[in-house]
């Protein structure tokens, strides 16, 4: 998420800053001179006014007397009005302190909350539990009184509850909420389905939307809500629900924090999309590569594949048997290795052969670590890697001892389906 959390401090740095605002030191100073001009104005024009009118000393100090609870009134009278004048506004400051100290209590909460959020987006590997965290962080963190997540189903396009959070009695699996344009669907979880985008209602208990659900929504005291659409596969696919308890709860920046954790949970479920994918196609391969190698190993004689530039990719253990040799020695050989003479050459030219046709034979004599020559009838075919790079599939039948030199043929189709076999398992 972007930028820090308020904290607690930015409202007592608030409130210092407007005590000590230049417009607050200048209405004390203007109560004070206004007090001080009209005390001193009483003093000099009310003595002049008794001296006037009372000649007599004893009725001048009565009428003092008099003089002294009338300032008192009077003053005291100034002083309050131009105090309730200046204490208002310290009231209307202290009011929007208030409101803007709530604000920052509310946003720490759904800071937690998401941090929570972006913490199960990383760790959870599975769409059901992710759903679960994300409404639980939502109302143990963020001070929502309810969150869940709908899932459309397109066969009714209804948006089936897959995690819910502050419903002990389990309310929202019994509600109907639809995708389509009944009236169940026109609320604002549907109608932010639809749309692509947030719906927001800061009054439910006034929003006409809400009618379906108006009984359920003043049971459990929800007085605005907040609704996301989810994406999968850049489609929408479900709505994430938050309800808070108080009136006007969601504003701009709310909206905006929510809408933003949405997109990361869409986000996050494209890529467990991905990685289950990726995984279904490794347990394919894998299966495949089980079987080519049941089949490799299963084949009579010798099977062996090379590439283009004569490296051997795989083979069966009879080839390792008859050759004498290892695996680790077989790896750094050529196919030209086990013959020698003329049939060398002959053997160079079938490969050849097979490289540019796709398919030869050969009769010649195999040798193998020890000297020993052995007469052999071989067909050989060849593939395409499904990586790219072509590579070549060459089967070798040995004749028991005694037997004639058997007739070498062509690949028959099986073993042109054999290898094909192999070739999409490698």
């Not at 109560?31 to 005390?39: E, F, N, Q, R, T």
């Not at 169940?184 to 208990?205: H, I």
């Not at 009136?247 to 949970?265: K, M, N, T, W, Y």
């Not at 040995?398 to 030199?405: D, H, K, T, V, W």
Request: glycine letters at 8%; aromatic letters at 12%; one cysteine or more.
């Amino acid at each position: 998420m972007n930028g820090d959390p308020p904290t607690e401090h930015t409202g007592v740095r608030a409130l210092w800053h407007r005590l000590r605002h230049p417009a607050l030191r200048a209405r004390a100073w203007w109560i004070a001179g206004l007090y001080a001009a009209v005390a001193a104005l009483w003093i000099h024009f009310s003595d002049q006014a008794l001296g006037w009118l009372a000649s007599d000393p004893a009725q001048f100090l009565q009428w003092s007397r008099y003089k002294g609870f009338v300032y008192v009134l009077v003053t005291a009278a100034l002083l309050l009005l131009l105090m309730r004048r200046a204490f208002g506004a310290l009231a209307e400051n202290y009011a929007d302190l208030q409101a803007h100290e709530a604000e920052l209590r509310r946003l720490q909460r759904l800071y937690a909350a998401l941090s929570q959020v972006n913490q199960a987006i990383v760790w959870t590997k599975d769409r059901g539990e992710l759903f679960h965290r994300i409404c639980r962080a939502l109302v143990e963190h963020g001070g929502f009184g309810m969150a869940w997540v709908g899932w459309n189903d397109p066969a009714t396009s209804r948006l089936v509850p897959l995690a819910a959070a502050g419903d002990p009695g389990n309310s929202i699996g019994g509600i109907r909420v639809y995708t389509d344009d009944r009236p169940e669907g026109r609320g604002p979880a549907g109608t932010a389905f639809r749309a692509g985008t947030a719906r927001v209602s800061n009054d439910l208990f006034n929003d006409p939307g809400i009618q379906p659900w108006r009984e359920e929504i003043r049971r459990r005291g929800f007085r605005s809500a907040a609704f996301f659409p989810i994406r999968e596969r850049q489609a929408t696919a479900g709505v994430l629900c938050v309800y808070a308890e108080v009136p006007g709860f969601f504003q701009d920046r709310e909206i905006g924090l929510l809408a933003e954790a949405a997109s990361d949970v869409s986000f996050a479920l494209d890529n467990l999309v991905r990685e289950a994918a990726r995984r279904e196609a490794e347990a394919a391969a894998q299966n495949e590569k089980q079987f080519s190698d049941t089949m490799i190993a299963s084949m009579p004689g010798v099977v062996y594949f090379y590439d283009l530039e004569g490296r051997f990719l795989r083979w069966n253990r009879n080839f390792e048997r008859v050759t004498g040799r290892s695996a680790e020695e077989l790896a750094r050989m050529h196919p030209l290795d086990f013959f020698a003479g003329r049939d060398r050459a002959r053997v160079e030219g079938r490969i050849q052969e097979v490289f540019t046709k796709g398919e030869s034979s050969v009769e010649a004599d195999f040798v193998a670590k020890d000297g020993t020559a052995t007469p052999i009838s071989s067909p050989a075919a060849g593939w395409n890697m499904r990586a790219g790079p072509a590579w070549w599939a060459w089967a070798s039948t040995f004749p028991s001892a005694g037997r004639p030199r058997p007739r070498c043929t062509r690949p028959r189709a099986g073993l042109r389906w054999w290898c094909g076999t192999c070739a999409r398992a490698w």
